[in-house]
């Protein structure tokens, strides 16, 4: 096996724009391998290792396309992958004993993360004499197990300040789509939220056939917290305390703005029934609808709509229109890899993991062979960005190289962000837009309290119950009964015990940030 060189780990959410910009998420970052070419690995010198991936919904089943083995030949590692069925499947193997040589997981991180099931990287960093293998203090921190070992990094999680510095890294931000031809007609604009609702009422006068703004059940008014600056979900801090989204003094602004939206008759109470989270891409197409917001890629819409035979387009808003827009990024990453008890090979496990979150595993596991699949006429951090010979965002293509979720097994977000980068597009102009306002603490991705405890279940029992409660809200048939639905949502949460989950978060981000000073 050869050896790589230095790897500094980067950070990003949703964040999980994790998550969001759902979201920036975790993992680590090196310099380049040496040249695949010094040291090609024969067929008989590949080590197959067996891996099951805990997401059903993975798109490669096997390992096979030009990247994987590409991947192969430069690391003398060969996966066979087992796809999970349901969520209940890793938690048998981890009871029974029978797991294979790698698991790669989000929502069973904290069972891996255990002396008994898996290998520490630290162990086996020491053991194989593995040089380079550096890993960010910060990545320690936030993914440290109980124990203050480390089993794993999660991926997807990028620095804010590399983030920051790399002009073509986009975030993800919540897009608002709409019918350009309809607002030329109306001779109006949109650049405010005042704009936005005029034309709402010029659309509803003068089409009463189809609804102003449809939305997506999966992200409901994520668009409208995001332009008046409250989180659609995760943790914030308010100076030293660690508090629950829900807990934000704008939340209170945005759901007036959307009950506003219902009483004007700018949304609909159907919308909230929606269980198909396609129905709002469907009425754009139809023509059933003016705009949509937490809409799917501008185009892949697009590109339905001229299937379709329809004669009109939507287009993205490329800015923000509130006036004082934000997105929060507070998560730590999302699935790591682990390397169990049973792996018949640790060595070329470790070295595998290091392969590929090095820049040159995650630029061959995300984008492809460098001449072959995408050029880079300069670097990442001067402003380069990958030009593909194939559609990188064409999930089919993605299948068939191989390409992209393979570099999510060991991902620092930054290579993914930056593949998003297509010149001039509305979507890069709306999150180039976004970029300026994104608020990162990577530290709060360490507050979440672990599952089964008590605070895990206050923290359920709050995200069921906004579930409900914000529906009365949002249809209130009055603003005054839209304040007072808001303020029993939010004694309810008091009472279900919001001031305990925050206390808990408050005690561990402060303890995190003592760890994170001490190891800095």
């Given at each position: ?246 807990s934000h003094p704008k939340q209170y602004d945005y759901y007036m703005f959307m009950n506003r939206l219902y009483r004007e008759g700018y949304i609909t109470a159907e919308n909230f029934t929606w269980s198909d989270s396609n129905k709002a891409k469907e009425m754009l197409i139809n023509g059933q609808a003016f705009s949509a917001n937490d809409a799917n890629a501008v185009n892949t819409i697009n590109t339905e709509m001229k299937a379709a035979g329809k004669d009109y387009s939507v287009s993205q808003l490329t800015k923000l229109i509130g006036d004082s827009p934000a997105l929060y990024a507070s998560a730590a990453g999302w699935s790591g890899t682990f390397i169990t008890k049973n792996c018949k090979n640790p060595e070329a496990a470790i070295r595998f993991l290091q392969f590929m979150q090095s820049d040159e595993g995650q630029k061959l596991g995300l984008w492809g062979i460098e001449g072959v699949h995408y050029t880079l ?144």
């Open positions: 096996m050869r050896r790589k060189k230095d790897l500094r780990w980067g950070f990003q959410l949703l964040l999980a724009f994790m998550l969001v910009f759902t979201t920036l998420a975790g993992c680590a970052k090196s310099d380049p391998a040496p040249d695949s070419s010094e040291s090609p690995a024969g067929e008989d010198d590949v080590v197959e290792l067996t891996m099951f991936v805990d997401q059903s919904f993975w798109p490669l089943k096997d390992w096979s396309g030009p990247i994987p083995e590409e991947i192969t030949k430069r690391t003398g590692v060969r996966l066979k992958v087992q796809v999970a069925v349901d969520n209940q499947q890793l938690p048998l193997m981890i009871s029974s004993g029978t797991l294979p040589d790698l698991v790669f997981t989000s929502s069973q991180f904290e069972a891996m993360s255990d002396p008994k099931i898996s290998y520490t990287w630290d162990e086996l960093i020491e053991k194989y004499n593995i040089e380079g293998f550096n890993i960010d203090p910060l990545a320690r921190v936030l993914n440290e197990a109980k124990d203050g070992k480390l089993y794993s990094v999660r991926n997807g999680f990028t620095n804010p300040e590399l983030f920051r510095k790399t002009p073509t890294a986009l975030g993800n931000v919540p897009a608002f789509v709409y019918r350009p031809d309809i607002l030329e007609e109306l001779g109006m604009k949109i650049e405010s939220l005042d704009d936005l609702l005029k034309v709402f009422e010029q659309v509803k006068q003068k089409y009463p056939d189809m609804v102003p703004l449809v939305m997506s059940p999966l992200a409901i008014g994520q668009y409208f917290r995001v332009n008046f600056g409250a989180p659609y979900q995760g943790w914030y801090a308010d100076g030293d305390q660690a508090k629950y989204y829900i006429e300069k670097p990442i951090e001067e402003g380069g960005y990958p030009i593909f010979t194939y559609d990188s965002q064409d999930a089919t293509e993605q299948q068939r190289l191989g390409a992209v979720w393979w570099g999510l097994l060991a991902d620092n977000g930054l290579y993914q962000m930056v593949q998003r980068y297509v010149p001039d597009s509305e979507t890069t102009l709306a999150q180039l837009d976004a970029k300026q306002y994104v608020i990162s603490n990577p530290l709060l991705g360490a507050v979440n309290p672990p599952t089964g405890s008590d605070e895990q279940v206050i923290k359920a029992n709050i995200d069921n119950m906004i579930t409900t409660e914000q529906v009365k809200i949002f249809l209130a048939e009055t603003e005054e009964e839209a304040k007072a639905a808001y303020e029993k949502m939010m004694q309810t949460a008091k009472d279900i015990g919001l001031d305990r989950l925050e206390a808990y978060a408050t005690q561990k981000y402060k303890e995190t940030i003592e760890r994170y000073n001490a190891v800095k």
